[in-house]
DNA sequence: GTTTTTTACTTGACATATCATGTATTGTCC
DNA sequence: GGACAATACATGATATGTCAAGTAAAAAAC
């Protein structure tokens, strides 16, 4: 059996082999996760919001009344960002958040989502409940669960 | 047995159960392409050069004397980017790469590494083959390749 | 052979990200 | 309880990314 020619070489038109299975795994997965967050940002993009903040609105509506500290927010953001402060400052002033100083610890500023950011996300509830289940929906569940289980474990064991 | 609670939930304090597999999949993947990117930056950045840009210089590195267009450039890059001009512009700006008008197609710039840009790559070339061994190197090698295998389905079939 | 289309960028305007540093508040240790 | 460190952000400077138009050259159509 001859062996393969990797389709990461394909798409990057590359002639010359790589060094490695890592590497190729590396190029993959960095190529893999762009691929679907473009996707992903063309599928929020329509109502206004980049996917970050998607993602903060998401999060604010998840806390609910109590709201969530600034930095409390970042810690639960999938990709961090330092620029926290910036993306909650723009969405504030698109009226989708509100802050106010936490009055038990004023070093805090408490973020809530308004009623306006809530039916913005009620607008892409349908929308990325159809990206979900189709960007990665061409694997099989037994591939889901073999993804998942690899990507635990490269961020559990990532030295 | 009893259903484990995912990973990536208590990566981004969440309390709340994921709606699907495919979701977690795709936060998983998100986010683990997002440390090891961070990884990768951090074993670039001493020499002053982003990801992006140390990418750019092995393009044209393995391209050698005969050079690249600048639309090859991009569509070569494992991230796509629509501002491949500018990310050239600085790097021709710190000498590591130089340009010029192609005689036989006007309308393409060709570009070149300088030998400066070769010899900021070969002071990388060591951490980096280390970085390349580390970063996925905690999975077997069926892992490594049950992943590459999943990640190109996930492009090729992505809908 | 001239109009039309396509290609290969370039440019300006703007959004976003990153880094270093600054400030207010709280917690900790004698 | 007063000095000092740590926490939770905010801000300025700068780099980078993104989108929409624009330009010049080559290719295609007529």
Redesign the pocket.
């Known amino acids: 059996m001859k062996p393969k020619r990797p389709q990461i070489l394909e798409e990057i038109h590359q002639g010359k082999p790589l060094h490695s299975r890592t590497q190729e795994a590396f190029l993959g997965l960095m190529r893999t996760a762009n691929v679907v967050d ?1 996707k992903f ?2 599928v929020v ?1 329509p109502a206004g ?5 998607y993602n903060v609105l998401r999060i604010l509506r998840g806390a609910g009344k109590e709201g969530l ?6 810690s639960r953001l999938v ?12 969405l504030e002033k698109k009226k989708w958040i509100r ?1 106010e ?11 809530w989502i308004t009623p306006e950011g809530l039916a913005l996300l009620a607008r892409l509830d349908g929308p990325v409940a159809d990206f979900d289940r189709h960007a990665l929906g061409m694997l099989t569940a037994a591939e889901q669960r073999e993804l998942v289980r690899i990507l635990d474990k490269v961020r559990r064991e990532g030295s």
Chains 1, 2 share one sequence.
Do not use: F, K, M, Y
Request: hydrophobic share 30%; glycine share 6%.
């Open positions: 473009r940002e063309a993009a919001v980049s996917g970050q903040q500290p600034t930095l409390e927010v970042a990709e961090q960002t330092p620029g926290i402060t910036r993306l909650l400052d723009r802050r100083r936490c009055p038990s610890d004023r070093r805090q500023v408490l973020c």
